[in-house]
């Protein structure tokens, strides 16, 4: 199980604090309000920066929002801790992931036919993955080892996933290697969306608590 953590460091934010500090209740209040709109808002801010590189659904990133909202099945998890902007912790959790989630083409093996296994992890760098030839012969022995192709998951739900790259090994029928990419964490802390994501936070988190101290003051 992975884990990824990102910590509020919003140095740009100390002229504001140092403000809120002078008008004391009001300036609490803000806080508090601010703190309220960062740990709700800010999954959907991170979701959006790895959604511009990477190529998988936000939904699938982002937690269910709103009172009432149903839990929903996810890439990863993701908890917020903190009472202060300066202490805020977001920390994401989660399994590497299989090219299902990276719009991994075919989604089923293809009846009788040879067929090329693609996913897009990164938005433009689609890659091979796999290849099947349909050249067993009923009755024929199982290959030393093969490429990447889809077997059954033996999911039957609505929802689910019913096939997934796995290796054959050997001729052992068991001796299988599920095909897994990258996870949530590592999309999060990657170097292609790391920098991007806590100028966001920075940016996102000074507007809110500008927008709440204006709004304690009656501005």
């Given at each position: 199980m992975a884990k990824g953590s990102i910590t509020m460091r919003v140095e740009n934010l100390q002229k504001l604090l140092d403000q809120v500090q002078e008008i004391d209740e009001k300036g609490r209040k803000a806080v508090k309000a601010t703190v309220r709109d960062v740990k709700s808002r800010a999954p959907g801010w991170i979701a959006q920066e790895v959604t511009q590189v990477y190529n998988i659904k936000k939904s699938e990133i982002t937690p269910s929002s709103g009172k009432g909202a149903k839990p929903k099945k996810m890439a990863g998890s993701i908890q917020v801790r903190g009472e202060t902007i300066e202490e805020m912790t977001i920390t994401y959790s989660g399994r590497l992931l299989t090219p299902v989630h990276f719009g991994m083409t075919p989604k089923t093996p293809p009846a009788g036919?040879?067929?090329?296994?693609k996913m897009q992890v990164v938005k433009g760098q689609k890659k091979v993955i796999g290849r099947y030839k349909n050249t067993r012969t009923p009755g024929g022995p199982y290959s030393e080892r093969s490429h990447n192709i889809l077997m059954g998951t033996g999911n039957t739900k609505a929802d689910g996933v019913g096939y997934i790259p796995f290796q054959r090994m050997s001729r052992t029928r068991t001796d299988i290697q599920k095909f897994t990419t990258t996870s949530v964490p590592q999309m999060i802390t990657s170097d292609k969306t790391s920098e991007k994501i806590m100028?966001?936070?920075?940016?996102?988190?000074a507007k809110r608590l500008q927008h709440n101290l204006d709004r304690a003051l009656g501005k």
């Open positions: 036919k040879s067929y090329t296994l100028t966001r936070l920075q940016e996102e988190t």
